[in-house]
């Protein structure tokens, strides 16, 4: 029977994504703006897990500072932070649904200020923390997490 096991390195310094919803790493990836870092990133996918059945993780070589922790709580709340300083565990964060998120969402109401006024901000606040809902702050646009299922 094939046992698909992987071993990645362990990091020095930076932060390791866990609880990611298997297949969505990418979608992190790119909404954390990681291409645009220098830093080292470790992107495991579909790796068996006993409570989620299947999951991502992601090794990231870098400060947390550089992270909007608003971004990862809008994309997937469960996801866990493990924060690593000289080759071991320091601390554990989880992760909340922001109350307002900047730049995150685009509103989709040609009628919004946001569509006339290209350097306002994209806002939107929390409005439904059980279903997840978020509501342009200018024109009550609905919008939903990206991960809500």
Not at 43 to 57: E, L, P
Not at 88 to 102: F, G, I, N, S, T
């Given at each position: 029977?094939?046992?698909?096991?992987?071993?990645?390195?362990?990091?020095?310094?930076?932060?390791?994504?866990?609880?990611?919803?298997?297949?969505?790493?990418m979608e992190i990836y790119k909404y954390l703006g990681l291409d645009d870092l220098d830093c080292t990133v470790a992107?495991?996918?579909?790796?068996?897990?006993?409570?989620?059945?299947?999951?991502?993780?992601m090794k990231i070589e870098c400060p947390l500072e550089w992270i909007d922790l608003d971004v990862l709580g809008y994309l997937d709340h469960n996801i866990t932070i493990n924060i690593i300083k000289d080759d071991?565990?320091?601390?554990?964060?989880?992760?909340?649904?922001?109350?307002?998120?900047?730049n995150i969402?685009?509103?989709?109401?040609?009628?919004?200020?946001t569509s006339i006024e290209q350097e306002l901000d994209q806002v939107f606040v929390l409005t439904d923390e059980e279903k997840k809902v978020y509501r342009c702050k200018y024109c009550e646009e609905e919008s939903h997490t990206l991960m809500r299922n």
């Open positions: 029977m094939f046992q698909n096991k992987l071993n990645v390195g362990q990091i020095s310094e930076g932060f390791v994504l866990d609880h990611i919803k298997a297949g969505k790493s992107i495991i996918r579909n790796v068996t897990s006993h409570k989620m059945g299947k999951k991502d993780i071991k565990v320091v601390d554990k964060k989880r992760l909340v649904l922001p109350k307002e998120v900047k969402i685009k509103c989709k109401n040609p009628r919004c200020i």
